[in-house]
T-cell receptor, first 112, second 110 residues
Framework: KAGVTQTPRYLIKTRGQQVTLSCSPI?????VSWYQQTPGQGLQFLFE???????NKGNFPGRFSGRQFSNSRSEMNVSTLELGDSALYLC???????????FGPGTRLTVL | GQQLNQSPQSMFIQEGEDVSMNCTSS?????WLWYKQDPGEGPVLLIA?????ELTSNGRLTAQFGITRKDSFLNISASIPSDVGIYFC??????????FGTGTSLTVIP
């Protein structure tokens, strides 16, 4: 079974731009969660989608948004990028219990 | 958000030695998880713990869910070079409510 895939793996943007990251979960998994990982803050939960609905949301500004499609693929969007948004963005999928999450390799976003 | 205190922050050990790390929280968690992350990759789930006092092994790894439900421990026996990486604990409060520790960086010296 293929694992969680994320595209692109690396991205460089400038301040003020927006970016869309994509995540394809493991086949059959309906829950997709997004995390931001930085050296200073560690792994922080952004939001989780289950069956196209946002089920939970972390403490991030409204510039961070997401959605999930009927095939469970998910996208995350960050608008008006700031330097502090530079991070590794990780996506994790699960069948639905969330405790058994499987992470993708992440998208490394650099904001200049 | 919730803070998980993970210690130690880093460890440098000789190959063959045993390793212990732990996570503590001011909150009670329903589930404790341990992950390992290699450079440039996402975290990989090592062990999941679901009830207080539970002791679970996965090969040379053993983890325990503290009886107070506010802590968890991970032990690695007879370390080998491929154990190098960053180990994270995570506590689950409710559906999709996960909080991660700051990580323990492990270096194994051959």
């Amino acid at each position: 079974k293929a694992g969680v895939t994320q595209t692109p793996r690396y991205l460089i943007k400038t301040r003020g731009q927006q970016v869309t990251l994509s995540c394809s979960p493991i086949s059959g998994h309906r829950s997709v969660s997004w995390y931001q990982q930085t050296p200073g803050q560690g792994l922080q939960f952004l939001f989780e989608y289950f069956s196209e609905t946002q089920r939970n949301k972390g403490n991030f500004p409204g510039r961070f948004s997401g959605r999930q499609f009927s095939n469970s693929r998910s996208e995350m969007n960050v608008s008006t990028l700031e330097l502090g948004d530079s991070a590794l963005y990780l996506c994790a999928s699960s069948l639905g219990t969330v405790s058994m999450q499987f992470f993708g390799p992440g998208t490394r976003l650099t904001v200049l | 958000g919730q803070q998980l205190n993970q210690s130690p922050q880093s460890m440098f050990i000789q190959e063959g030695e045993d390793v212990s790390m732990n996570c503590t929280s001011s909150s009670i968690f329903n589930t404790w998880l341990w992950y390992k992350q290699d450079p440039g990759e996402g975290p990989v789930l090592l062990i999941a713990l679901y009830k207080a006092g539970e002791l679970t092994s996965n090969g040379r790894l053993t983890a325990q869910f503290g009886i107070t439900r506010k802590d968890s421990f991970l032990n690695i026996s007879a370390s080998i070079p491929s154990d190098v990486g960053i180990y994270f604990c995570a506590g689950q409060l409710g559906p999709s409510q996960f909080y991660f520790g700051t990580g323990t960086s492990l270096t194994v010296i051959p």
